[in-house]
């Protein structure tokens, strides 16, 4: 059985995710040695998970440190200097639940978790008695906090006449963003900041069909700014004071720009990934910058590959792909809860409107061909001169995909999805229907070819 995803272990408790395999993950986990920390979301079956896990790493001869109910961001934290495992779905059902190891602040990588992956398959012995590792409560959650509040505090400004409506979805974010701004000084209004693992507002993920009913919140009432959550608050979703979305790349620019525009260095760096828009290069490039990307799902291999190749005065200042983003002055985790921090402040400084303002915001698509499984190799080979030879005046980029950027700086992106039978189409551009339509004719005829 394939154990990872591109987000640690997640599935559901009855087949997948269960305490049996709780335990083996710790115990194989823990042939690294040294000390982990442990600590889970506000899932029903969250804590029995993390009983689980920590019995493995335990029995494996490893001191463990419980951190309890936490973001997945403050047990990120905790793992600095050792190793951590949470117990989180993050934006999965209720019925769902998973597993994320970190060492050093760091999600394992692919090489990490194909060793933990191979112990569970051939099994792991519990170390003998005498050295089986012991157990220890430990508070992380409010140094946490306060460390996010002192690293936001560097960007913009007081945001003491400010209004922040937060959605917590029931989730972790219940018990560190609207701490975080109030500590910072905004006005808070949180919704739905008890933590309750059947998530009974609404769904985990936060969309713009989850968040209707806070963004009708947000619109009526007098907040400058709406925030939203995932399950573990690894996710953020921005609101206007108007209750409207605020897209995704259109934050990630805001931030990139903040983040290149601060830079002590010659070179600072942005990765982010194939599918994310060109308004993110642009204003990186106006700040000085400049972007690298790299498959979804795999920042931290950008951050590594960018740090690896830099010269002297080169530095990642940000990572991001949609709704993630990793602060990399402040740790290498994804956190949902430091980008609150950090967009407050920004917005208390010079106004959502007026940063906005000097972004690109294009008509964006994302579009999904049925192709099965099996046909993928040879359609993505297809396209790699089919879509060039429709779209001449282009320049193409195969790295992660087909990715075609018109002389305008419209663009398309054509690639596989990675778990479903799906060949995605994501599109930027002022005639973005007209792009689609002629981008889609071309997979679906490499489909086709094919599937004869």
């Keep these: 059985m394939e154990l990872f995803g591109t987000a640690g272990i997640r599935g559901g408790v009855d087949e997948r995710v269960t305490p049996e395999l709780a335990l083996s993950v710790g115990r194989a986990a823990g042939q690294d040695g040294g000390e982990f920390a442990v600590g889970h979301d506000g899932r029903v079956t969250s804590p029995a998970l993390a009983d689980a896990v920590s019995s493995g790493l335990e029995s494996a001869g490893v001191e463990v440190s419980r951190i309890g109910q936490v973001p997945t961001p403050a047990l990120a934290y905790a793992s600095r200097g050792r190793r951590g495992v949470m117990v989180t779905a993050s934006h999965n059902p209720p019925t769902d639940n998973g597993l994320k190891l970190f060492v050093d602040g760091q999600e394992y990588d692919d090489e990490a978790e194909a060793t933990i992956e191979r112990r569970v398959a051939d099994g792991v012995e519990p170390a003998p008695w005498a050295v089986w590792g012991d157990t220890i409560a430990e ?9 996010v509040v002192d690293y936001a505090r560097e960007f913009g400004a007081d945001p003491g006449r400010l209004t922040v409506a937060v959605d917590c979805g029931n989730g972790m974010a219940g018990v560190a963003t609207p701490q975080v701004l109030r500590e910072l000084g905004a006005d808070v ?25 806070f963004s009708r919140f947000v619109d009526d009432s007098t907040a400058d700014l709406g925030i939203a959550h995932d399950g573990d608050a690894d996710r953020i979703v921005v609101i206007d004071g108007d209750g409207e979305i605020v897209h995704e790349d259109t934050v990630v620019a805001m931030l990139a720009e903040e983040y290149t525009d601060a830079a002590a260095v010659e070179d600072p760096v942005v990765v982010t990934t194939p599918n994310a828009s060109g308004r993110i290069d642009e204003r990186v490039e106006a700040a000085g910058g400049r972007v ?3 498959r979804l799902g795999a920042l931290h291999e950008g951050i590594a590959r960018v740090r690896r190749d830099a010269m002297s005065d080169t530095e990642v200042v940000f990572a991001a792909e949609p709704w993630k983003h990793i602060h990399p002055v402040f740790g290498g985790w994804i956190d949902g809860v430091a980008s609150a921090a950090i967009i407050t402040r920004l917005v208390a400084e010079r106004g959502l409107a007026k940063r906005r303002a000097a972004i690109t915001e294009r008509p964006y698509r994302k579009v999904s061909v049925d192709c099965p499984d099996g046909h993928k190799p040879a359609v993505m080979t297809a396209l790699e001169s089919d879509l060039p030879d429709a779209f001449p005046e282009t320049e193409v980029d195969t790295d992660h995909g087909v990715r075609l950027t018109f002389p305008d700086e419209a663009w398309t992106l054509v690639r596989p999805s ?31 070819s094919a599937e004869s």
């Excluded at 900041?193 to 769904?203: I, Q, S």
């Excluded at 799906?422 to 490499?446: K, P």
Aim: hydrophobic residues 30%.
């Design 189 to 213: 209004v949180s919704t739905e900041a008890n933590v309750d693992g059947h998530f009974p507002a609404r769904e985990s993920k936060p969309t713009p069909e989850t968040l209707g009913s």
């Design 292 to 294: 690298e990307r790299v």
């Design 139 to 147: 508070d992380v959650l409010s140094a946490y906090r306060s460390a």
């Design 418 to 448: 990675g778990t479903e039978p799906y060949v995605r189409i994501y599109a930027e551009s002022d005639d973005v229907d007209g792009l689609v339509r002629r981008v889609r004719d071309v997979v679906e005829s490499a489909v086709e």
